[in-house]
Nanobody
């Protein structure tokens, strides 16, 4: 069974940096677009950044120039390097991936998978 697991969240002060990662496990044929979303208390979940299999990236205006998304296809892992963090970056960060799993030896359709989330808190 395919699973996504985030790691690396925590508490930092404004202006500091933090990196989070997302690893996919299970029997996987391919991972297409991967993305980071975040949800702050009382707000809707929003796209932070996305990266295609060939490395093309998209960023929310609020994080462009401060955050960098990357991935290691050999490790089925995605990263988000967050610099110059602000209190408004405080949220639960979720990873999402469009994955083609192998089920009972058969290549299946593409499905959307989500991680359980990791808390990032920016506060002095």
């Amino acid at each position: 069974q395919v699973q996504l697991e985030e790691s690396g969240g925590g508490l930092v002060q404004p202006g500091e940096s933090l990196s989070v990662s997302c690893g996919a496990s299970g029997t996987i044929f391919a991972i297409n677009t991967m993305a980071w979303y975040r949800q702050a208390p009382g707000k809707q979940r929003e796209l932070v950044a996305a990266i295609t299999r060939d490395g093309s990236t998209t960023y929310a205006d609020s994080v462009r120039g401060r955050f960098t998304i990357s991935r290691d296809n050999a490790k089925n892992t995605m990263y988000l390097q967050m610099n110059s963090l602000k209190p408004e970056d405080t949220a639960v960060y979720y990873c999402k991936a469009d994955i083609i799993p192998v089920v009972r030896g058969i290549i299946n359709n593409e499905y959307e998978y989500w991680g359980q989330g990791t808390q990032v808190t920016v506060s002095s």
